[in-house]
């Protein structure tokens, strides 16, 4: 039945190319004459069936279904520049109750409507739930509160409706759904404003290629943090097969991904890999035959691959030393990319683009035996699988491969860590007099030389990180070798003690600083305050606000805490988890779409 109506469709589009070429005009006279059937265009029928081998009557039905289209398209026209009347091209991805309308069908409505209205449409329709309905036009999620012409909706937009299933959804999970996302959202920010200067238990790291770190400016970072936060979170739904879910997830990662600068996006697959995610979740809905956005998509992929991975794959090459990983991705790619070429009638370059991703898809292929034998030996089965790419299929060099890799990665992480505790050092000391971090180097330095490690942090503050000014410091102000070792005193302040301080005239939170700085030696402070007029020095006020800092590092609310648990199983461990595609669901896609192909021939 499939392939009857594969075939019908494809003698439509023959027929409607010939009716193009010869210019013919089925809405005027002689074919429709005020606006009814006018005379039966016979000896077209009779050419059409001789040059497309088709019984005549079958040939006559396409020709009056084309015509009553075409009528219908002039009239829907009409109806917008007369009386501003919008025809939609609804598309609904799901099985339908009975007694629906089909699930492909025209939807007549002023484009002032907002995004609610037009779900009660459809609902009413398509005797459907409003709130079971999710609307994607023009590429993104259609909003409830603004309207469709806002939202660049405009006479003839295809739109897809996306009915939550019992599988992904209970009486509540629309709503479910919306503040997952918005969960994820908030967290996304959150963690993209935690940078590793202020916090070191959750944040985020942007890295390149080959999984080191890289440093982009702040606002940049912030949205391309947020939108990589979003894309791992909607492959993880991918991969659940929660498609519905996932499309929403991705189109939101899109919006942040698009507040990037363009060479950013180009130089990194990061915005690729989304495009391609994002079009496998219509043709898993199926409706990459509705949407233009996924051919667009397709192509904005294609082009970052080439300008991230060159263009013979040589600048991945020489990152990383081979490009096996990456070509699963371009199996993908070839394999949508035909799938579109297909319902454009375009079988040539369906043909070839088909066989192109199955020609990949055969260098990527891993025997299940040799997988089985590296799992074995303590492997994942995503670094196996990747290994055994990279070897060639050959079981000893997949080891290397897997364990070269292993090495880098622990070196990369040994040098985070190391990075870290520079961080968490630099946090205690604080900040120099020109604002920026004390240099941990220089410090260190000092410490070797003997300097006690207040004496050495409060000198390089104020002598910005220069070495041989905090040295010169340091003899000019021997005071500075007898302050107290950092360490946030738990003792307790008395008002007795507190009473000594008021009654010299100092305030009241500074001799409570200078207390907690100086472990409850109410003699040693006072001493400090009189040689300072009154003040502390600037290391002493470390210690005291220690503890505050923390917290404020650390100033997540319940709900936030508990987005992240939700978030962090959806974030792979490893750079390169995206890159692990089985590749059984394209395999059996290509070969079904070119049996389709070869029927139709």
């Known amino acids: 039945m499939m392939n009857q109506q594969q075939s019908i469709e494809e003698l439509e589009h023959q027929v409607r190319v010939k009716l193009n070429q010869s210019k013919i005009k089925l809405w005027l006279v002689p074919y429709t004459v005020n606006g009814e059937k006018g005379e039966r265009p016979k000896n077209l029928v009779e050419q059409y069936s001789s040059e497309l081998k088709t019984d005549p009557d079958t040939i006559a039905s396409i020709i009056e279904k084309l015509r009553r289209h075409a009528l219908h398209k002039l009239d829907a026209k009409q109806q917008f520049q007369k009386h501003g009347v919008a025809t939609l091209k609804i598309k609904i991805a799901a099985n339908l109750p009975q007694g629906s309308v089909d699930e492909l069908s025209d939807l007549q409505t002023k484009l002032d409507i907002s995004g609610l209205d037009l779900k009660k449409l459809i609902s009413e329709k398509w005797k459907l739930k409003v709130e079971e309905l999710k609307v994607i036009s023009v590429g993104q999620v259609i909003d409830d509160e603004r309207s469709l012409a806002d939202q660049r909706v405009s006479h003839g937009s295809q739109v897809m409706v996306i009915i939550l299933t019992e599988n992904e959804v ?209 492997f994942t089965t995503s670094e196996a699988r990747l290994g055994l790419r990279a070897a060639n299929g050959s079981l000893s060099l997949a080891v290397n491969k897997i364990t070269d890799r292993k090495e880098r990665r622990k070196e990369i992480a040994a040098k985070e860590r190391e990075e870290d505790k520079k961080r968490e050092l630099q946090r205690q000391i604080g900040k120099a007099a020109n604002g920026q971090w004390v240099n941990i180097d220089v410090y260190n330095t000092l410490l070797s030389m003997g300097f006690p490690t207040n004496a050495a942090a409060s000198a390089l503050k104020q002598c910005n990180s220069d070495i041989n000014l905090a040295l010169q410091t340091l003899q000019e102000n021997p005071q500075l070798l007898n302050m107290p070792e950092p360490g946030e005193w738990q003792g307790e302040i008395t008002d007795q003690m507190l009473s000594q301080f008021c009654e010299l005239g100092f305030l009241k939170e500074v001799a409570r600083q200078a207390l907690i700085s100086y472990h409850g030696n109410v003699e040693k402070a006072i001493e400090v305050l009189v040689q300072n007029g009154g003040l502390l020095p600037s290391s002493c006020h470390r210690a005291s606000t220690s503890k505050r800092s923390s917290t404020g590092a650390d100033s997540l609310t319940k709900e936030q805490h508990e987005a992240i648990k939700d978030l962090v199983p959806d974030i792979p461990e490893h750079e390169e988890d995206y890159l692990d595609l089985t590749l059984h669901e394209e395999a059996e896609y290509i070969q079904e779409y070119l049996t389709k192909l070869t029927v139709m021939s």
Request: net charge neutral; aromatic share 6%.
């Open 170 to 378: 209970s009486a509540n999970a629309d709503e479910a759904k919306k503040m997952r996302l918005s969960r994820t959202k908030e967290v996304a920010e959150v963690l993209a404003n935690r940078s590793k200067e202020d916090h070191d238990k959750y944040h985020l790291q942007i890295a390149d290629q080959t999984g080191k770190p890289i440093d982009l400016p702040k606002e940049e970072s912030r949205a391309l943090s947020v939108a990589l936060t979003l894309n791992e979170r909607g492959r993880a739904c991918l991969k659940r097969k929660e498609y519905g879910e996932a499309l929403l997830v991705l189109l939101e990662a899109d919006k942040e991904f698009n507040q990037c600068r363009s060479e950013i996006l180009s130089a990194v697959d990061n915005y690729a890999v989304l495009c391609l995610d994002i079009t496998w979740c219509y043709f898993c809905l199926q409706n990459i035959d509705s949407l233009p956005d996924a051919e667009s998509r397709l192509k904005k992929c294609e082009e970052c691959f080439k300008k991230s991975y060159g263009a013979d794959m040589e600048r991945l090459k020489a990152l990383k030393g081979d490009s096996s990983r990456e070509l699963a991705l371009f199996v993908r790619l070839y394999l949508l990319q035909g799938i579109i070429a297909f319902y454009q009638h375009n079988k040539q370059l369906s043909i070839q683009l088909l066989h192109k991703a199955r020609g990949i898809l055969k260098t990527l292929e891993v025997d299940d035996e040799k997988l089985s034998h590296l799992i074995g030996m303590g």
